[in-house]
């Protein structure tokens, strides 16, 4: 019924730039809230974005200031513009939709900042 799946990961060098995209089946965006997380190999699975279906967006400490999340209802697509990247954002990034007790994930995509 629901599907999220994201693209525009790779690698990049620090201080470079990428464009995350998770495209939405469905009117989903039109209802659902939306948000990013990440997880390191060994690590825990983090909330770095979220935005509201109002718009209203929140961010993890770590990545205020470089990283915009932002959506295109009309586009059914939420996307996470990362700038300045650094080693340490190197994880695999799983879009999320949820509204209420309903939740869904993407397929994840990694993304490798090194030198």
């Known amino acids: 019924q629901v599907q999220l799946v994201e693209s525009g990961g790779g690698s990049m060098q620090p201080g470079g730039s990428l464009r995350l995209s998770c495209a939405a089946s469905?009117?989903?965006?039109?209802?659902?809230?939306m948000a990013w997380y990440r997880q390191a190999p060994g690590k825990q699975r983090d909330l770095v974005a979220a935005i509201t279906r109002g718009g209203t967006t929140n961010y993890a400490d770590s990545v205020k200031g470089r990283f915009t999340i932002s959506r295109d209802n009309a586009k059914n697509t939420v996307y996470l513009q990362m700038n300045n990247l650094k080693p340490e954002d190197t994880a695999v990034y799983y879009c999320h939709a949820y509204y209420g007790p309903r939740n869904y994930w993407g397929q994840g995509t990694q993304v490798t900042v090194s030198s």
């Open positions: 469905g009117s989903i965006l039109s209802t659902y809230h």
